[in-house]
């Protein structure tokens, strides 16, 4: 057993790649120093990623490569969602679909296998015959005649199948309590609605339901493809059909609230600012004021605060990761967003930390009745709307006389 970090000398860690490569060595316990280029297994056959929410995405994809076609185990106490969405998504072989499957014939339960092209589906169908000769395998589509059909279902009901590869077919009207495991090819390609629905075809007796959604691993989803999956796996107690269809409304928009359109918004914002910008213009429209509660907290300091374009090329992207460090109202929300950063895009640069800082003050500041936070040569001014406010007697009291009050035209404490 050997150890690899940067707190061995040269000569040891040049000792332990030596042993590695000559396979040597049994086990190596290591921290980021494992995936440098000049680390070379001759014969690994597991590894395992302890923290693995810890390491970057192109240290991730660096492992990949030292790993290929042998067993990774990751252990994560807090997985963030792109591990989560790949770990449960985007399975890694088809020997996992066959387990699962497996699974579900040991307990005497049936499997609804959904492949959408009836072009292809005959070959899947061989395919799962071939890899599980055990499992009475039967097929439906639309295209089939009406007799063809309803003797498949006759089947189905009377246990006499396995495994039905189907199409989106059973998406309604079917109630068959033995069927708890799903597998859906290509689930990218679906609605959020139809796949919310789709899982609605199992978990209809005490047994425990097993659903999965599945998409090509060389494929490279969209954003909207990645939101849609996060959704259906995040969204799974009893009554959540509310809130997949409100996350399907931001996803797909609500379309023209005057005219016919159904679907379509502004890409740029969510669906809860499109119903403050809604509300806005009704009640200008009204010739009603406008609402002053939403004052924000304006901040004018010397800090570098924005996401750079290298770090997220993506504009539509970068508009989104925006929004997210927008919404962060507690050190645990900074935590997190800083955690999915890490992951999706690597190293944080100090001008995003800046920003994550930024709106963290921000918000608090609001809390506090502080709408202006302003820098100027020599003290921090804090602008406050009510200087006799419980709020501000804790700060003054929390800086310990390093504050003053000045209650002028714009009442403000200096620090």
Request: hydrophobic share 40%; aromatic share 6%; net charge neutral.
């Amino acid at each position: 057993m050997e150890l690899l970090s940067r707190f061995r000398t040269a000569k040891q860690q040049k000792e332990t790649l030596e042993k590695l490569k000559r396979g040597e060595v049994d086990m190596v316990i290591g921290t980021h120093r494992l995936v440098q280029k000049d680390v070379t297994f001759r014969d690994l056959g597991l590894a395992i990623i302890d923290e693995e929410q810890r390491f970057g995405v192109q240290q991730k994809e660096r492992f990949k490569e030292l790993v290929k076609n042998v067993d990774v185990l990751t252990l994560s106490a807090t997985p963030i969602p792109r591990t989560l969405n790949m770990a449960m998504s985007g399975l890694r072989d088809m020997s996992v679909l066959d387990e699962a499957i497996r699974r579900e014939l040991r307990r005497g339960g049936q499997v609804f296998y959904l492949h959408n092209n009836v072009d292809s589906i005959s070959g899947v169908a061989n395919r799962i015959v071939e890899s599980i000769p055990e499992a009475r395998v039967a097929i439906g589509h639309g295209k089939m005649k009406e007799q063809e059909l309803s003797e498949v279902w006759r089947q189905m009901l009377a246990q006499e199948v396995d495994v039905l590869v189907c199409t989106t077919i059973i998406e309604t009207g079917v109630d068959l309590p033995n069927a708890n495991t799903l597998i859906i090819d290509n689930a990218d390609c679906m609605g959020l609605s139809q796949l919310h629905q789709l899982r609605g075809r199992v978990g209809r007796s005490a047994r425990r339901a097993y659903a999965y959604f599945t998409f090509r691993r060389s494929k490279v989803l969209s954003e909207i493809q990645q939101k849609r999956l996060e959704a259906i796996r995040e969204f799974t107690e009893f009554g959540s059909g509310f809130k997949i269809a409100m996350r399907d409304l931001e996803l797909r928009g609500a379309g023209n609230v005057m005219g016919a359109q159904q679907h379509g918004h502004m890409e740029s914002v969510g669906y809860d600012m499109y119903l403050k910008l809604l509300g806005e213009a009704v009640r200008e429209e009204k010739g009603e004021l406008p609402k002053n509660d939403d004052l924000d907290c304006l901040i004018d300091l010397s800090v570098d605060a924005h996401i750079p374009e290298s770090y997220v090329e993506s504009l539509t992207l970068r508009l989104d990761v925006y929004r997210r460090i927008a919404d962060i109202r507690s050190v645990e929300d900074s935590e997190d967003v800083k955690d999915e950063l890490w992951d999706r895009f690597g190293r944080i640069p100090k001008a995003v930390l800046g920003l994550i800082d930024i709106a963290l003050i921000r918000n608090r500041a609001h809390a506090m009745g502080i709408y202006e936070i302003r820098q100027t040569d020599n003290a921090i001014l804090l602008f406050v709307k009510e200087l006799k406010s419980p709020a501000v007697a804790d700060l003054l009291i929390a800086l310990n006389g390093k504050a003053s009050l000045n209650a002028g035209a714009k009442p403000h404490v200096a620090v």
